[in-house]
């Protein structure tokens, strides 16, 4: 190494700090679509493949294009395109090259079922910086079970199969639910088996972001309860070390509750600060998940940069007015390991700051887990 | 051929980004730089190379121009530019210009 020319590895990516400090919009999150192919018995946000309604709402590649531009001036590094399932959009490739070309570090996530050789010629020769692929299942029962969607399951394997004949990395991960947790020591062996790094699994089910009663309802009855997740997690070495070395050594859990937010400000969280989300018809969003009324913008009628240096300051200054969610939640010292945020607080009782019952109930279940070991 | 008298271009298969005054280089295609995911930042002196990579200066052109810019000895200068873009060329991130290309 001649010094002159320095590696970047992301995790420890200097210009972090800085743009953090200064606003730099880095990181980017886009759902081409709500749309999918699947009909998932957890999902938060699929629409029918075949809703033409949603279809004609959808954000333009020539709006696409607009907002990277935007971004690009802004300082933007990265772009994740997910969806909905991203690779329904006919013009996907179109969006895809796009990105790379304007020098943006771009990750896919998608369920693999619709990946054809044209798509793998292309991430071969683009590569993604990561190819996200969830597992539901390691048989076409368990699959289709969560799936809702015959033939689900062979055009995942196929899709897989043909990324690993050309070589194309991907990471498999996981989500952890009713339906499938009597076969998520298989799902393991198989994500492990195929792709680098320790097994990602998510238990924590989001709630739909347009209220639907019977969807969430559904998804409700596939959570699993604190105590199954705190077996699941602690049964799992890496999570279980991961879990010990960024919260136990960093929070002291269950030794002393220490108030850091005096100002009951509501985003305690990094939402807005370096990264944000653009749905699939321009709404812009401080996070993926944050669906109330008052904290989206519309991208259709305002500007990019008015999102950004004004609304999203005026959402972040936010304050909790009630009183169980000041004491209970933002003083709370557990609260790294609970589901609970203004956005998730919202998806499941409409308030930004309520407090929420089952939420803390796993908060504590985990404390109480990972103390027991300590 | 002598390496100094080597004209090199920046790849094609890449995007340079300035952002927050970091010359950042981020490798397009599969086979530039050592990982997919990889991406390169240079300091002033990197910098001042790779803004004289342009597909028509020479090496030697190039050398002299730093020496007018840094203090040292030719030598040196000569060693540490021949290294640098031996690395570069090792990534992929410049290519050879072969001659007739070059008017």
Do not use: M
């Given at each position: 190494m001649s010094g002159y020319l320095e590696e970047l590895e992301l995790p420890h990516f200097h210009l972090w700090e800085k743009t953090e400090e200064k606003r730099i919009p880095l990181s980017v999150e886009i759902e081409l679509t709500e749309r999918c192919n699947n009909n998932c018995i957890h999902c938060y946000i699929n629409l029918p493949a075949d809703d033409e309604e949603a279809k004609k709402r959808e954000l333009s590649f020539e709006e696409i294009r607009e907002i990277v531009d935007e971004t690009l001036q802004m300082g933007?590094?990265?772009?994740?395109?997910?969806?909905?399932?991203?690779?329904?959009?006919?013009?996907?490739?179109?969006?895809?090259?796009?990105?790379?070309?304007k020098g943006l570090l771009t990750s896919v996530f998608t369920n693999a079922t619709l990946i054809t050789p044209e798509?793998?010629?292309?991430?071969?020769?683009?590569?993604?910086?990561?190819?996200?692929?969830?597992?539901?299942?390691?048989?076409?029962?368990?699959?289709?079970?969560?799936?809702?969607?015959?033939?689900?399951?062979?055009?995942?394997?196929?899709?897989?199969?043909?990324?690993?004949?050309?070589?194309?990395?991907f990471t498999l991960k996981a989500m952890a639910l009713r339906s499938n947790v009597s076969e998520l020591e298989a799902i393991k062996a198989f994500c492990k088996s195929l792709s680098k790094g320790p097994f990602r699994f998510d238990p924590f089910l989001h709630l739909r972001l347009r209220p639907n009663g019977k969807r969430n309802r559904q998804i409700r009855n596939e959570r699993l309860s604190s105590q199954e997740i705190v077996a699941i997690e602690l049964g799992d070495k890496e999570r279980k070390k991961g879990l010990l070395k960024q919260i136990c050594e960093e929070k002291k859990i269950g030794q002393e509750t220490v108030p850091f937010n005096d100002n009951n400000q509501l985003f305690y969280c990094g939402a807005g600060k370096a990264s944000f989300a653009i749905d699939s018809y321009g709404f812009f969003k401080l996070c993926s998940?944050?669906?109330?009324?008052?904290?989206?913008?519309?991208?259709?009628?305002?500007?990019?940069?008015?999102?950004?240096?004004?609304?999203?300051?005026?959402?972040?200054?936010?304050?909790?007015?009630?009183?169980?969610?000041?004491?209970?939640?933002?003083?709370c010292s557990l609260i790294n390991l609970c589901m609970w945020c203004p956005a998730t607080a919202y998806l499941e009782c409409g308030k930004l700051d309520k407090w929420v019952e089952d939420f803390c109930q796993i908060a504590h279940a985990r404390a109480e887990g990972l103390a027991n070991i300590e | 051929m002598d390496k100094l008298e080597i004209i090199y271009a920046r790849s094609h298969d890449l995007v340079e980004r300035e952002i927050e005054g970091e010359l950042i280089i981020v490798p397009l295609t599969s086979g530039i730089g050592d990982l997919e995911d990889e991406l390169f930042s240079l300091n002033e002196i990197g910098r001042d190379v790779w803004a004289r990579i342009d597909g028509k200066r020479r090496v030697s052109q190039i050398v002299k121009e730093l020496e007018k810019i840094y203090d040292g000895e030719r030598e040196k200068i000569t060693a540490d530019v021949l290294g640098f873009l031996a690395e570069l060329a090792k990534r992929k991130l410049i290519v050879e210009e072969s001659p007739c290309q070059v008017t």
């Open positions: 933007c590094l990265w772009w994740l395109i997910t969806g909905g399932e991203p690779l329904l959009r006919e013009d996907f490739a179109d969006i895809y090259l796009y990105l790379k070309k798509l793998v010629s292309l991430f071969k020769k683009y590569p993604p910086r990561e190819l996200e692929i969830t597992v539901y299942g390691v048989t076409e029962k368990t699959y289709e079970r969560i799936t809702r969607t015959p033939g689900s399951f062979e055009a995942f394997r196929r899709g897989i199969n043909l990324l690993q004949k050309e070589n194309v990395p998940s944050l669906y109330h009324p008052d904290c989206v913008y519309d991208l259709r009628k305002g500007s990019l940069r008015e999102a950004w240096e004004k609304f999203v300051p005026q959402v972040r200054a936010r304050t909790a007015e009630n009183k169980e969610c000041r004491e209970r939640c933002l003083h | -």
